[in-house]
């Protein structure tokens, strides 16, 4: 067959391959298939053109070149194009010789590795077909050792997936979701927004914030900073109590500083606390302003029992006034052990 097969762009009819077979000498030309399907023939693989495909799982086709028809045999290589996208498990039943088993990888079809217009290369070894090559992106399970460059697009499974670098900490979570905007389950930074204004009205007992909550399993060891933005009724009229709660056995450090705007001049306020649910409380009585501002820093440090820490909130002083959490308001929480 000569040294190789090279590939250059021309215009061909059907059923031919654009290229030449040489050693270098020859012209450039389209090859017809037939002539190709024997050159490789002369290294003990049978190449075949499939035509008139049917089907989307149970796959039937007929062969176009070469004519008439080889039989069924071991190391054959048969090029066709999909008419429908499969759906789970297929079979290839060509020129009415009998349905095998498709196989990628070494295992059977799962869905979308056929894609319906796009060119396949079957191989068959005498009981079943194989896909030569990776037709289509999706689940990966399994350990994958080496460099990856580029993007992965789809899931990374296993019980104990694992995703390391040289430039990085090696990142290890069991089952974990490193979808965007939901943190890493048990590693990394969680951070979490009010979608929406949140507000109290006559009540003065601790609720949990809707939003401002993040999880924490046994023994995990978190920092996190609370950022609210409040209305003016703070200081003007309702004063505000909170309090941080974390799971039975754990220890913590609050500190937390509430800022009044006034106009050109501001105010400032601390308290500090270590128990969960311990009650911080701000009075009314300052000077109603434009912006009032909390913020609050937490250190966790979790025993045995897995659970949730969560901000709680209330007005100090019942009033018909609404005090309200404003949109925006975040926490950001980081795990460090």
């Known amino acids: 067959m000569g040294s190789g097969l090279q590939y250059f762009p021309t215009i061909a009819p059907a059923n031919t391959v654009i290229g030449r077979l040489a050693s270098g000498t020859g012209p450039v030309g389209a090859i017809p298939f037939a002539s190709l399907a024997a050159g490789i023939g002369g290294i003990g693989v049978q190449s075949i053109l499939a035509a008139t495909v049917a089907g989307t799982n149970t796959i039937t086709a007929i062969s176009a070149s070469p004519s008439p028809a080889l039989p069924l045999a071991a190391n054959q290589l048969v090029v066709f194009i999909p008419a429908a996208t499969n759906s789970g498990a297929a079979t290839f039943n060509r020129d009415a010789l009998g ?56 899931n990374v499974s296993g019980s104990a997936a694992t995703v390391t670098s040289a430039a990085q900490p090696a990142i290890t979570s069991a089952g974990a979701s490193l979808a965007w905007g939901t943190g890493v389950a048990n590693f990394g930074t969680v951070a979490r927004r009010k979608t929406a204004d949140q507000s ?86 300052g000077t109603s302003g434009n912006s009032n501002y909390i913020k609050i820093s937490v250190w966790v440090l979790n025993g045995a029992n897995a659970g949730t820490v969560n901000l709680q909130w209330a007005q100090g002083t019942s009033s018909a006034t609404a005090l309200t959490f404003k949109k925006g308001s975040f926490l950001q929480a980081t795990r460090v052990a």
């Open 200 to 285: 109290q009205t006559s009540n003065t007992v601790l609720t949990n914030d809707n939003d401002l909550s993040f999880s924490i399993a046994a023994n995990e060891e978190w920092v996190a900073e609370f950022f609210i933005a409040a209305g003016n009724a703070i200081a003007s009229t309702t004063g505000i109590n909170y309090a941080i709660t974390v799971p039975s056995g754990a220890v913590l450090n609050v500190g937390t500083i509430l800022m009044f705007g006034q106009g050109s001049a501001s105010s400032y306020i601390g308290l500090i606390g270590t128990t969960s649910g311990s009650l911080l409380s701000f009075g009314a009585g």
């Open 99 to 154: 349905a095998k088993n498709v196989f990628q990888s070494g295992v059977a079809l799962t869905g979308g590795e056929l894609k319906v217009g796009v060119p396949v290369l079957l191989f068959y070894d005498g009981t079943q077909y194989h896909v030569v090559g990776i037709t289509t992106a999706g689940t990966f399970t399994g350990n994958l050792v080496g460099n990856v460059t580029g993007n992965v697009t789809g």
